[in-house]
C-alpha cells in the first residue's frame, strides 16, 4: 500500500511539474509574442543584396499599425520597403505597392511590356491610361471620378491603405499618381526614392510572377477641387502673382523651339519654374 502512495506520489509531482513548465511557457508567449493593440511582433531580419560582395545589412522588420503608416514621408527608401515586403505579399492591404511604368506612347502596353518583365515582388500594376480621355488639346485629362474609383478598388487600396510608388523611369509617372490619387481624396501615398533603377542598383530581386489578384476594396473617391486651378484662374495669377506655377514637363518643352517656317512650338508660361527630373543617385 504504501509502495503504491509513493508511486503516484511521484507521478503526481512529475504531472505538477510539467504542467507548471507548460504554464510558464504559455504566460511568456503571451507576454513576449502575442501582439496587442499597442504591440504588434517584431521580427528581425536580414537584407542580402544578390549580387556578390554586397555587404550584409542588418534591417529591422516590424509591422506598423495604421496610424504609423500615416506618419510615413512623402519618399521613402529601398531598405525600408525591403523590410517591410512581408507585409506588402500578405495581401492585407494595409500597405500596398504599385508599379506606375508608363510611356505617353498609347500604342505600348505598360502592363506586358513593363510590368510582366519585372517588378518588385508583391506590387501591383497602375495604369496611367485608365480612366482618361485624349482630347485635341490635352492627351490625357483627367480621370473620370466614377471610373477611377472603381479601377482603384480593383487595386485593392482602402482609404486607410499606405500606398507606395515606383516605376522604372525617372520617377515622372509615380508623381502624376502621386498627384492622382490625391486628387481623388488618398492621402497616404508615398514615392520609392530612386524607383525600380536603384531598387537593381542596390542589389534587390524582381520577379515575374503574377501578383494574385487582391480583394476588391470599398474605396470611395472624394475629388478635391483645391489642388486643380482652371484657365480663369491661371490667367489672374499672371497679374496677382499669389502661387508659384511649376512646369513639370521636359526642359526642351519649356524653352521651346522656332521651326524653320517660323512656328513655335513648346514654351512656358510667364513666371513659372521649371522642375527637372534629376535621376536618383546610385551610389551606395
Not at 508608363?102 to 513593363?114: K, L, Q
Not at 521651326?259 to 512656358?268: A, D, Q, S
Request: proline share 5%.
Amino acid at each position: 500500500m504504501n509502495r503504491y502512495l509513493v508511486k503516484n506520489a511521484k507521478s503526481l509531482c512529475k504531472t505538477l511539474v510539467l504542467l507548471s513548465t507548460i504554464t510558464l511557457v504559455l504566460v511568456y508567449l503571451d507576454v513576449h509574442v502575442r501582439p496587442t493593440s499597442s504591440k504588434a511582433y517584431k521580427y528581425k531580419v536580414r537584407c542580402r543584396g544578390v549580387r556578390e560582395g554586397n555587404p550584409l545589412v542588418e534591417c529591422g522588420y516590424q509591422p506598423m499599425n495604421t496610424t504609423e503608416y500615416s506618419n510615413l514621408s512623402t519618399i521613402v527608401s529601398i531598405q525600408w520597403l525591403y523590410a517591410h515586403l512581408p507585409e506588402v505579399q500578405n495581401g492585407s492591404g494595409e500597405l500596398v505597392v504599385l508599379d506606375t511604368s508608363w510611356t505617353d506612347n498609347a500604342t505600348v502596353d505598360g502592363y506586358h511590356s513593363f510590368f510582366r518583365q519585372g517588378h518588385i515582388p508583391g506590387a501591383r500594376y497602375f495604369d496611367l491610361n485608365k480612366c482618361v480621355q485624349s482630347t485635341p488639346i490635352l492627351p490625357r485629362n483627367i480621370p473620370n471620378i466614377g471610373c477611377f474609383q472603381e479601377y482603384i478598388r480593383s487595386l485593392g487600396v482602402y482609404t486607410h491603405t499606405r500606398v507606395i510608388l515606383y516605376d522604372r523611369m525617372d520617377t515622372a509617372p509615380s508623381g502624376r499618381t502621386w498627384w492622382v490619387l490625391r486628387l481623388f481624396g488618398h492621402e497616404r501615398v508615398s514615392i520609392l526614392d530612386g524607383g525600380m533603377r536603384k531598387w537593381l542598383h542596390d542589389g534587390f530581386r524582381i520577379t515575374t510572377m503574377e501578383t494574385p489578384p487582391p480583394i476588391r476594396s470599398n474605396f470611395g473617391a472624394l475629388m478635391r477641387s483645391e489642388l486643380v486651378r482652371d484657365i480663369r484662374s491661371m490667367l489672374n495669377n499672371l497679374y496677382t502673382k499669389t502661387e508659384q506655377v511649376a512646369d513639370a514637363r521636359g526642359e526642351r518643352s519649356f524653352i521651346g523651339q522656332i521651326l524653320p517656317n517660323g512656328t513655335r512650338i513648346g514654351g512656358h508660361i510667364p513666371g513659372s519654374v521649371i522642375l527637372l527630373m534629376v535621376p536618383s543617385s546610385t551610389k551606395t
